[in-house]
């Protein structure tokens, strides 16, 4: 059973930052794609970014140039640099690895003040 553990979240002002990251049980590079979404209270949960196992990236539209997501061989981990922060970033982020089903992680709350 794959595990996955995020970290990083916290309260931070608008225009802050925060890092992200999520460490799994398994290799990373095993993962056909790892992913961050994030769901906001009385929202769906929806997709942040994406990388795949080929190093391609994707960004939700409302996060493009201010979110990067990346890959730390070293610590086996998939991280996500958010900056510049706004309080409609406010959420519980949950990391996703995808093989021959898709595992999440328990998430870690992000919130942002105005």
């Known amino acids: 059973q794959v595990q996955l553990v995020e970290s990083g979240g916290g309260l931070v002002q608008a225009g802050g930052s925060l890092r992200l990251s999520c460490a799994a049980s398994?290799?990373?590079?095993?993962?056909?794609?790892m992913a961050w979404y994030r769901q906001a209270p009385g929202k769906e949960r929806e997709l942040v970014a994406t990388?795949?196992?080929?190093?391609?990236?994707d960004y939700a539209d409302s996060v493009k140039g201010r979110f990067t997501i990346s890959r730390d061989k070293g610590k086996n981990t998939v991280d996500l640099q958010m900056n510049s922060l706004k309080p409609e970033d406010t959420a519980v982020y949950y990391c996703?690895?995808?093989?021959?089903?898709?595992?999440w992680g328990q998430g870690t709350q992000v919130t942002v003040s105005s």
């Open positions: 398994e290799n990373i590079f095993i993962f056909r794609a």
């Open positions: 996703n690895a995808e093989d021959y089903s898709y595992h």
């Open positions: 990388i795949t196992s080929g190093d391609s990236t």
